[in-house]
C-alpha cells in the first residue's frame, strides 16, 4: 500500500474535504439551560456537554487542518483530560508530560471519536504544547492516502508535493519537514493498521493520535496495550443531559420514560442524537411524543433515521441514515458472517449476555470460534469475560434490520 502511484488528477482529500461534513443548516435548539449559547448565524449550541450539532462552513477548514470546534459535548471531560495526558499534557501544577509517540483511541460506532479528537484540536492545552499546529487526516474504508498527505504538504507550505511518485516517498518527505516541529498528528476513522504508517512522520516533539472503531487495528498499531484508550459510552447522568440539551420539552414531560430510552441506547451518543431530534421535531409540531417514544425504543424509527449532520458525506452532500454508518462495519464481513452477524439480532442486548454455546447453537456450526474472532475485531461484539459476550443495543438493532431484510 505504501508504494501506491499518486494520480496526478486526484482531489486532495484532507481535512478540509472528506473530513468536515457537507455544507449544513439546523433550526436553531431551545433550551432552558442558561449556560447554553446559541449562535444561529453560526448554527452552532455550546452547552455544558460533548456532541456535535453542526457546522459553520462559510469558511471551512483548509486541506490538512482539523475540523471545527465541536459545538455540543457532553459527559467528555474526563476522556479529554485522560487523552492530553496520554499526549504529554500533564496535570495542571505538574508541568508537561512526556510525548508518547502514538496513541490509538477506539470505540464502538457512533461514540464519538471524531468528536473528541476534533476537541482535542482546538483545546488551548493542545496549542501551547504543540505551537506548531495540529494536522488532520480523515481516511476512512478507502482512503485516498496520497491525497490525504499532499493535505498536510500543503498545510506545511509544501504545494507540490505531488511531484514525489509513491506514498512512500510522500511519506520521507513529511517526515523531513517535521523533523525539528511540533505538531499534533490526528489520523481518524482507520480501517487498516497499514494505512497509519505513512502518517507516522512526526519527529520527537511531535504525537501521533489514530482513531479506529476496530480492536484489531487498534492492537496492531499500538506500541504496547497500554497506549489504546478505550472511549466508552455516556454515563446515565450525562445521556440524558444530552439528550435534555436535543428535547429539553419531551425530558421535562417524560422523565422516567427519557431515562429509559437513554438506557436503552446504553448512553450512545450517536444514538442519543438522532432520538433527541426525533423527539424535538415533533414535540415543536405540538403532537405527543410517547408513540414515538416507542418507537424510537424499539428500535425501527432509529434504524431509518438520518445520522446528525457532522457525518454528511461531502461528495454529495447528503447525510447518512444510522444504519448506513453502521453498514460500513458489517460491509466488511463475508456472506457466511454476515449471515451469523444477523442471527445475533434474535438475542437480548447488554447488559444481557450470552455464551459460546448459544453462537454455536444459533449457528449451527461446529465451531463458533473463528466467526466470534471476526465479529471481536471488528467491533460487532464484545466479550465480557468467561465466555461469555454481549452486543449494544443499537448493533441488536442493525443485525435484526438484516433478518428484515431478507
Not at 4 to 26: F, L, R, Y
Not at 336 to 352: N, V
Not at 368 to 395: C, K, S, Y
Amino acid at each position: 500500500m505504501t508504494n501506491q502511484k499518486p494520480d496526478q488528477n486526484q482531489e486532495i482529500s484532507g481535512a478540509g474535504a472528506a473530513g468536515v461534513g457537507g455544507d449544513v443548516t439546523h433550526s436553531p435548539v431551545t433550551t432552558g439551560d442558561h449556560n447554553t449559547v446559541i449562535q444561529s448565524g453560526r448554527d452552532t449550541i455550546q452547552a455544558g456537554g460533548n456532541v456535535y450539532i453542526g457546522f459553520n462552513l462559510s469558511h471551512p477548514p483548509a486541506p490538512g487542518s482539523a475540523p471545527l470546534k465541536p459545538a455540543l459535548i457532553v459527559g467528555r471531560d474526563h476522556d479529554l483530560q485522560a487523552l492530553k495526558q496520554r499526549i504529554g499534557i500533564g496535570v495542571k501544577g505538574e508541568g508537561s508530560a512526556p510525548v508518547k509517540v502514538l496513541t490509538a483511541m477506539r470505540g464502538w460506532p457512533g461514540v464519538g471519536k471524531t468528536t473528541l479528537a476534533a476537541a482535542l484540536a482546538h483545546d488551548p492545552d493542545i496549542n501551547a504544547r504543540f505551537p506548531d499546529g495540529v494536522l488532520w487526516a480523515s481516511l476512512g474504508q478507502k482512503p485516498a492516502l496520497f491525497g490525504e498527505l499532499a493535505a498536510w504538504g500543503r498545510a506545511l507550505g509544501v504545494p507540490d508535493l505531488y511531484q514525489a511518485r509513491t506514498v512512500e516517498e510522500a511519506s520521507n518527505l513529511l517526515r523531513g519537514l517535521l523533523r525539528n516541529k511540533r505538531y499534533l498528528l490526528i489520523v481518524d476513522d482507520v480501517w487498516q493498521a497499514e494505512h497509519v504508517v505513512p502518517f507516522n512522520v512526526g519527529g520527537s516533539g511531535c504525537a501521533l493520535l489514530v482513531t479506529t472503531r476496530l480492536p484489531e487495528v487498534a492492537r496492531t498499531i499500538a506500541p504496547t496495550p497500554d497506549d489504546v484508550y478505550v472511549l466508552g459510552v455516556l454515563s446515565e447522568a450525562d445521556a440524558l443531559e444530552l439528550l435534555r440539551t436535543l428535547a429539553p420539552t419531551v425530558v421535562a414531560g417524560n422523565e422516567a420514560t427519557s431515562r429509559d430510552l437513554v438506557n436503552d441506547l446504553e448512553g450512545l451518543p450517536l444514538a442519543i442524537q438522532v432520538a433527541g431530534r426525533l423527539l424535538h421535531a415533533e414535540a415543536s409540531y405540538g403532537f405527543g411524543v410517547e408513540q414515538l417514544l416507542a418507537d424510537i425504543r424499539e428500535g425501527a424509527r432509529l434504524i431509518a433515521s438520518q445520522a446528525p449532520a457532522d457525518r454528511a458525506q461531502v461528495a454529495n452532500e447528503t447525510t447518512p441514515t444510522v444504519a448506513a454508518l453502521l453498514k460500513k462495519s458489517t460491509d466488511l464481513l463475508d456472506v457466511h458472517t454476515l449471515e451469523c452477524f444477523a442471527y445475533l439480532g434474535a438475542f437480548a442486548p447488554k447488559p444481557a449476555t450470552f455464551d459460546i454455546e448459544a453462537m454455536r447453537a444459533v449457528w449451527d456450526v461446529d465451531d463458533p470460534r473463528p466467526i466470534i474472532r471476526t465479529l471481536v475485531d471488528r467491533g460487532l461484539l464484545e466479550p465480557t469475560g468467561q465466555n461469555r459476550f454481549w452486543m449494544h443495543a443499537i448493533l441488536v438493532m442493525h443485525a435484526q434490520s438484516f433478518l428484515t431484510e431478507e
